[in-house]
């Protein structure tokens, strides 16, 4: 299959979540992807375990690192120094998220590189945007853009999301970015135009999408919901008889169809629930009278007769429930759509350093036996 970005050279320069992230999105469209590493020590999530697998790498690496090659580089090393700057001249896109003035410091001029190289473009994360010196940790960016805020019951304290999502988000708008830029180099555009920066806060406020709309239109807060919908009703968890269930009625027709799979006559007849503004007027009254009847059956039958009765609704698995039937891998991870693929596993630290040193970027041909260029 070919690959939609074959033959594109992203330099990667990032290391925790969001930017590896971006880069192996982009590497399972078929990038060629050099991941830079300290000396040593490589990127920190290769000690964020336990779990480790047999070859002592961190589950968390693994998960956002594989179609790359690794190569330790010294930035304070001459020689080193020389090696990085000439991957920087051969690449299409680089992706940092280093402080910022760190490279800078070392000698990188990243305004002057992109006057010289008109096709580069060039994405920064950051945590709070290019001036700011804070680091960018999820849970913080979870705390201050609001998320924490509304996830969690209602009289419950703050509540982070389960997976580092803010930096999930952010990987994915670098790789957005990124290939925005990409797709623009037709057209000539001032270095300014190419240099990117991604916040993960900002990606997180954005990500409020709807609630964050709800505050602005209403001049209120938004709160905690717990499992329940500020806006619809009923569109929240229900414990059956032997496990939880989610009904998510998006629509009025889905409400009739939802009690009449419950059967549940009263609700049906009663005009002032036909709406789902008149749901969410009696919010109370509809829950309880649905809680009480899912609370009689089996998961399973419910979930028959809702799905034979179109209303969205699923029983709440467990990650290893989520993960069978997926293909994913104990290296390389849950995989891609198509058209992405896997074609290597997540390097180990300088894996392909000698690879690199010798062939630049060509090292790729040599890595995967394939033909790329």
């Not at 020389?82 to 998220?97: C, E, F, H, P, Q």
């Not at 938004?222 to 939880?244: I, K, M, S």
Request: hydrophobic share 45%; with cysteine.
């Amino acid at each position: 299959m070919h690959a939609p970005l074959q033959g594109i050279r992203i330099l990667d320069l990032t290391r925790v979540l969001a930017g590896p992230l971006a880069t192996m999105t982009l590497g399972d469209l078929g990038a060629d992807v050099i991941k830079v590493e300290r000396p040593g020590l490589g990127d920190e999530t290769r000690e964020w375990g336990p779990p480790f697998d047999s070859r002592g790498e961190s589950a968390y690496y693994l998960s956002i690192n594989r179609n790359k090659l690794s190569i330790a580089l010294d930035l304070d090393s001459r020689l080193d120094f020389a090696l990085l700057r000439s991957l920087v001249d051969g690449a299409d896109a680089v992706i940092d998220n280093f402080r910022p003035g760190t490279l800078e410091r070392r000698g990188l001029d990243i305004a002057a590189i992109l006057d010289l190289r008109p096709p580069l473009v060039w994405c920064t994360l950051t945590g709070f945007g290019p001036e700011s010196e804070r680091p960018g940790y999820d849970f913080v960016v979870q705390a201050e853009s609001g998320w924490m805020a509304i996830t969690g019951e209602p009289d419950g304290t703050p509540m982070k999301v389960g997976v580092a999502l803010a930096d999930v988000l952010a990987g994915k708008d670098a790789a957005i970015a990124i290939l925005a830029g990409l797709t623009a180099r037709a057209t000539p555009r001032p270095p300014t135009a190419r240099r990117v920066f991604v916040s993960l806060f900002h990606t997180a406020v954005a990500a409020l999408v709807n609630v964050a709309q709800n505050t602005l239109v209403t001049g209120r807060d938004a709160r905690r919901w717990g499992n329940a919908h500020a806006n619809l009703v009923p569109y929240q968890l229900f414990l059956a008889a032997d496990r939880p269930i989610v009904i998510a009625v998006g629509n009025d027709v889905q409400w009739r169809n939802c009690v009449r799979a419950l059967e549940l006559d009263s609700l049906g007849s009663d005009e002032t629930l036909a709406t789902n503004a008149g749901r969410l007027q009696h919010r109370h009254h509809v829950v309880d009278a649905i809680s009480t009847r899912v609370r009689e059956r089996p998961a399973s039958d419910w979930l028959e007769a809702l799905a034979a009765a179109g209303v969205p609704s699923g029983v709440v698995h467990t990650v290893r429930e989520a993960l069978d039937g997926v293909g994913a891998s104990q290296l390389t991870g849950v995989p891609p759509l198509v058209p992405g693929s896997v074609r290597l596993p997540p390097p180990r630290l300088d894996e392909h350093g000698s690879l690199v040193r010798r062939f630049g970027w060509d090292a790729f041909r040599h890595a995967t036996g394939s033909a790329q260029t």
